[in-house]
């Protein structure tokens, strides 16, 4: 249910937030410092953050905690963190028994290195369009872009940001999404017409992000191509092709422990189940920092939402678009306004799906008033949500590229460039009616 209180102080504890992190990393990096972004733990950071939003609510403290307590176990980011310590541990288990290595020998073996960087983009889509999961996808090939990039002349952040961007593609247009069933549950369309509206929109975007991958990694070069044990390549390869059956993101993962572990103790004599645990567990504490801050996030996340600051946002974006929804631009004004909702909530919440969630009413009343199709405004509910979310740096998709990176989420984001690309390419469509089709539900 909506939140009816609007309340403008309930978003200073994420403003309080934002400035402490990342004021923190900018002002140590001017200094010289190194690692600038790794000296203020982002788990210590949101603390006085979380105390201010306890400390300005008016409910009893008791109250106060349960709500907040309500967010952290809130089952989407319960999900996430799951995902985290399957994916820590097929990582730190595919890496121990040489998985990596060997997947990243055999594709840079078969493509060339000015293929590299689009390669990594269009396999991270292939791969979230057909699991639904940027998470799991991100958890598959960010170790593999890691190893690429230490065999070659590209950065780490590059490699890492292509997967992510990657990863955000099929986010926003797999069928078997949480964002995609979200955004046509709230505006009353199918998923079908909604694939159709969103892919034009897209599709564009990923070749012009392709291009510019292609563009980065022409002078490419690689360095020290060792051999390679198919055996260890085939966890990746199965991981694939479960993915493309549709099976589970938790299935997918576990499998994916499972299988690595067996092939390792086929290929590796000294590789015995002992420490095949302890490489499960290793991975499983390597999630530590990114568990602990989603957890947090989501508590934040719940009681800014609780005290009126997501309801805030919404009324006055509500206000704005009737406010100029009289003219003969009023679809585009709605279109414009649906898109603003959206993209707040996500940046206050760090979800995209609870964004669509608690947004979607709203953005239906004001596709309503404007005479916006429902097929329009699931797109850009799904679009401009998964544009903010690959791109914040506390939010759970760069948090884990980082984590698997080691290095900070801010370094990331310069290169996640196919979201940045995405939302230009919406509002290019908004304002100029792209695709222009018939008008249905009106």
């Not at 940001?161 to 069928?175: I, Q, T």
């Not at 699931?378 to 791109?391: E, H, K, P, T, Y």
Request: neutral net charge.
């Amino acid at each position: 249910m909506q939140n009816n209180k609007s309340n403008a102080a309930a978003l200073l504890p994420l403003l309080a937030f934002l400035v402490l992190f990342i004021g923190t990393g900018i002002y140590l990096t001017s200094t010289g410092t190194e690692f600038a972004f790794y000296q203020l733990p982002a788990p210590v950071a949101i603390l006085p953050a979380i105390v201010l939003a306890i400390w300005i609510g008016k409910e009893e403290i008791n109250q106060k905690i349960d709500t907040f307590l309500k967010g952290v176990g809130d089952s989407n980011i319960i999900t996430m963190c799951i995902i985290y310590l399957l994916a820590g541990g097929f990582a730190s288990v595919a890496k121990a028994i040489g998985g990596v290595e060997s997947t990243v020998n055999l594709g840079l073996s078969i493509i060339p290195a000015s293929l590299v960087l689009p390669g990594i983009f269009m396999i991270s889509a292939f791969i979230s369009t057909a699991m639904g999961t940027s998470m799991g996808t991100i958890a598959a090939i960010a170790p593999i872009a890691v190893e690429v990039a230490n065999k070659t002349d590209i950065s780490v952040a590059i490699t890492v940001g292509a997967v992510v961007a990657g990863a955000m593609f099929g986010d926003n247009l797999s069928m078997i999404s949480d964002t995609t069933i979200a955004a046509t549950k709230t505006q009353g369309c199918s998923m079908k017409d909604k694939f159709k509206f969103n892919l034009l929109i897209a599709l564009p975007a990923a070749i012009l992000t392709i291009i510019i991958l292609l563009i980065m990694s022409t002078n490419g070069t690689v360095s020290n191509i060792e051999g390679y044990n198919f055996l260890k390549v085939i966890p990746y390869l199965l991981i694939l092709i479960m993915a493309l059956i549709g099976i589970n993101v938790f299935v997918v993962l576990t499998a994916g422990i499972v299988i690595t572990g067996m092939v390792g103790f086929i290929t590796t004599q000294e590789y015995t189940l002992l420490q095949f645990s302890k490489d499960i567990y290793g991975g499983f504490t390597g999630m530590q920092e990114i568990l602990i801050l989603s957890l947090l996030i989501g508590g934040l996340g719940e009681l800014i939402k609780q005290q009126g600051g997501i309801e805030f946002l919404i009324r006055v974006i509500d206000k704005i678009t009737s406010k100029f929804s009289k003219g003969v631009n009023r679809v585009k004004v709605g279109e414009f306004g649906i898109s603003a909702v959206v993209s707040l909530a996500d940046i206050c919440t760090a979800n995209n799906t609870v964004a669509i969630i608690i947004s979607g009413g709203i953005a239906k009343e004001i596709a309503e008033k404007n005479g916006v199709d429902p097929r329009r405004s699931a797109s850009l509910l799904d679009i401009f949500s998964c544009v903010f979310q690959g791109l914040i740096p506390y939010g759970a998709q760069v948090l884990l590229a980082g984590s698997i990176a080691k290095i900070s989420p801010i370094a990331i984001i310069p290169h996640i460039y196919y979201p940045i690309i995405l939302g230009i390419a919406a509002i290019v469509a908004i304002i100029t009616g792209f695709p222009r089709v018939k008008q249905v539900g009106m």
